[in-house]
């Protein structure tokens, strides 16, 4: 019997929240990867997005054994197409890290200083998201242990309608960011700003796809 379906066997949600802990050392590396533009570090930018990209397959891979190991005709305490859309989600996340790596090293950025403490704050909004759907996700077998209700159910809510709450930041810092960004064209050539644009909506797809995790895990609760 292999890793995955061992860990089915404690709990459904078990291999969920492995495939969840690569997703999240992926987009950790993006805090990483913007600190190097920064510096104006390329190679180390490089590197980074090499990582990046290794530890998305490294997900990919842990997604795949566990599409591969969902068990079928048994009783879970999740529907199967549930729990596989949950790992769809986690695994979009991790995608978008990937993208944001390559496309921070399609050329060598310079540092937008008019901008770069926005993009700073609009970075870390969209990584809270992440973090904090994380944290749902690790709550998941508390939730299997009370039934998905009680005082656990209530504080998933809240850390759901929280991501929620991250997500909608981001949306307001991301049209300021982008109304600064379209003001820029004496200081950006037209290739650089459509790159920015690109890598400003991949960035903001990580608090997206977080909150769409988020209410997947709400309507778990409202259906339990």
Known sequence: MGIISNLFSRSPFSPLQAHMERVASCVK???ELFNA???KD?????RLAEEIS?????ADLTKNDI???????IFLAINRSDLLEILSLQDTIADKAEDIGILMTLKKLEPLKDLQ??????LAKNLEAVYHVHGIIREMDELLETSFGGKEAKKVMRMVEKVAFLEHEADVIQHELMKKLYNADDVLSYRSFILWMNILQTIASLSNTSEKLANRVRMLLEIK
């Not at 390329?42 to 490089?46: F, T, V």
């Not at 599409?67 to 005709?73: D, F, I, L, T």
């Not at 403490?117 to 609009?122: A, N, Q, T």
């Open 29 to 31: 590396k993006i805090e």
């Open 37 to 39: 533009y920064v510096l």
């Open 42 to 46: 390329y190679d180390l930018m490089a």
């Open 54 to 58: 290794n530890l998305e397959q490294e």
């Open 67 to 73: 599409r591969n190991s969902v068990p079928k005709g």
């Open 117 to 122: 403490e926005d993009i700073k704050i609009f």
